[in-house]
C-alpha cells in the first residue's frame, strides 16, 4: 500500500509538472507583479528632463537606450502632476500656477506596471505666457478679422447662405446673431472655404498658429425658400473637418459628432500641432475649409442624397504659446 501511494503522488506530480495553462490568468500566479524585476527595470529605463524655460520641460523617454527594458515595454504614459498627461515619448509641458508637481514616469511591462519620478518641479509664478492667445476670424456678425470670401467648393450640392439675420430675415436661428448657413443637397461632402484675400498663415511647428475652433448647430429641420433641408439621414455620426489649404492641396482633421446632439450649439476644436503635414505646406495656408458629411454605413453607403443645414458661428484661430521662450 505505502508503494501505490507513492506511486500515486509521483505521477500526480509528474502531471502537474508537464500541466500549463491555456491562457494568461489561467493559474493563480501566473505572470503576477514582479516588484523586484520591475526596480531592475526602472533602473535600466533612460528618460530625461530639460528645463527649456520658467515653468516650461521637455521630457524625454530615450527609447533605445535602455536595452533589456526597452524590450520588456509595451506602452507609456506621462503624468505630469498638474492634470495633463502624454503617451508620447517627447513631450513638452507648461507648469502654468504655481505649487510643487511630480513628473512620473509610468511604463507597462510583461511583469507588471512601474512608476518612476522623473523630477520635481515648483512653479513661482502664474504663467501667463501659456494661456493660448485665440483670435476670432469670423462671427459673421462684423467684418471678418482677415480679409478674405466664404466661397461654395461644390456648387452642385452646396448652397452656401451668408448675411441672414433673425430680425431682418424670415428665417429662425437659435440666436440673435449671424450665422455662417451650409446646405447639404445631395453628394458625399458638403465643402465651402474662407479663401484669404492676402494673409498666409504659418501652422508649421515652428509656427504662430495651432488650432482651429468654432461653434457649429445642426437643426433637425430647417426650410428655407431655396429647399427643404429637412435633416433626413440615417447615420448615426456627423464627419465635421476642418481643413487647411495651401493652394496646392489640403491637410484635414475629422471629428465625430453623434447625431442625438443635433439642435444645440457645440464648441469644438481642431488641433494640428501633430499634424504630419504631407499633404501641404503648413507655412503657407492660404484658406481654411469647413466640411461635414455622414459615417460610412457599410449596408447602406455614406448618405449621398441626404439634405440637411449646418449652422458655424464664431471661427477662432488659437495660437501657440507665444512669448514663452523670449
Known amino acids: 500500500m505505502k508503494y501505490i501511494s507513492q506511486l ?10 508537464n500541466c500549463e495553462p491555456t491562457e494568461v490568468g489561467a493559474v493563480d500566479d501566473y505572470k503576477k507583479q514582479d516588484p523586484e524585476r520591475l526596480k531592475e527595470l526602472a533602473d535600466q529605463i533612460e528618460i530625461s528632463v530639460t528645463e527649456l524655460a520658467a515653468q516650461i520641460y521637455e521630457v524625454e523617454y530615450v527609447r533605445g537606450a535602455g536595452g533589456e527594458a526597452d524590450n520588456a515595454i509595451q506602452f507609456i504614459t506621462w503624468d505630469f502632476g498638474n492634470g495633463e498627461t502624454s503617451k508620447r515619448d517627447k513631450d513638452t509641458v507648461y507648469y502654468i500656477n504655481p505649487g510643487t508637481y511630480d513628473i512620473t514616469f509610468n511604463a507597462y511591462t510583461y511583469d507588471g506596471e512601474l512608476a518612476k519620478v522623473a523630477e520635481s518641479i515648483t512653479a513661482s509664478e502664474v504663467l501667463e505666457c501659456a494661456v493660448p492667445k485665440r483670435v476670432m476670424m469670423d462671427n459673421f456678425d462684423d467684418d471678418a478679422a482677415y480679409a ?15 448675411d441672414y439675420h433673425v430680425d431682418s430675415n424670415p428665417y429662425k436661428f437659435p440666436g440673435e446673431n449671424n450665422v455662417l448657413l451650409i446646405g447639404k443637397a445631395g453628394g458625399w461632402w458638403t465643402e465651402v472655404a474662407y479663401d484669404f484675400d492676402t494673409e498666409v498663415f504659418d501652422f508649421s511647428h515652428a509656427g504662430m498658429w495651432r488650432k482651429v475652433a468654432m461653434r457649429f448647430y445642426i437643426p433637425s429641420t430647417f426650410e428655407v425658400p431655396e ?5 433626413n439621414i440615417p ?4 464627419n465635421l473637418k476642418i481643413g487647411l489649404n495651401d493652394g496646392s492641396g489640403r491637410q484635414e482633421i475629422e471629428r465625430n459628432i453623434k447625431v442625438s446632439e443635433l439642435d444645440q450649439w457645440i464648441d469644438v476644436e481642431f488641433d494640428f500641432s501633430d499634424s504630419s503635414f504631407d499633404q501641404i505646406d503648413p507655412a503657407k495656408v492660404e484658406s481654411i475649409w469647413v466640411m461635414f458629411t455622414h459615417a460610412w454605413d457599410n449596408d447602406r453607403g455614406a448618405g449621398r ?5 449646418i449652422m458655424v458661428d464664431d471661427i477662432e484661430l488659437i495660437q501657440k504659446i507665444p512669448g514663452c521662450f523670449e
Open 8 to 17: 500515486l503522488l509521483f505521477i500526480m506530480a509528474v502531471g502537474l509538472w
Open 148 to 162: 478674405g470670401s466664404w466661397i461654395q467648393k461644390h456648387p452642385n450640392d452646396v448652397q452656401l447662405f451668408k
Open 227 to 231: 429647399g427643404n433641408f429637412d435633416f
Open 235 to 238: 447615420e448615426s455620426y456627423l
Open 305 to 309: 442624397d441626404g439634405t440637411g443645414v
